[in-house]
């Protein structure tokens, strides 16, 4: 499978200093954790990181590349500055390839329900899953279609379209949306 890839050096020193200048360079400090929590101090270039943020979701897998070694990653957080409209600080995860992950994804609606349409109300429920799987079968997106749903009708988290290899950990019967009756 094709992963984006970032190129990162790995950093000694810390410190608020250390940040602007790296910044002033047109790098961002970074740090990257294993899948045992123990932390590397990193920096990778601010437009190859920026090129690379544009494009990915949450869940976007990432070969991050450190001194030659390649560690399939997520971009666990970012601190971004909306003045300068630029990233400051960037949390990579890696992962291990062969060990499930467990993890909460949003869920979108995309879609026009018929109901609302005949005169209903369109409500949502859950807003997250818990979900299981291989970094290889992770989801970009959960997106529940529900153009389908009539009035009274519910789409529940069982009914979400996931690829073989996914595991919902979340209850089934929980409602992700809902057409009620507007009276």
Known sequence: MDYLVLNANERKDAGKGVAKKLRAGGRL??????AKGKATMLDVDEAEFTKVWKVTTPTTLINLEVGG?????LIKDTLYDIKSDKNLHVDFQVLDEKKPLRLSMKVQTAGSPVGVREGGFFETGVKEVKIQCLPKDLPPRIVADVSGLGIGDSFLVKDLPFEKGVKILSNGDEVVARVKNSK
Do not use: C, F, G
């Open 69 to 73: 070694k390649k560690s399939l990653a």
């Open 29 to 34: 400090p970074a740090v990257m954790y294993n």
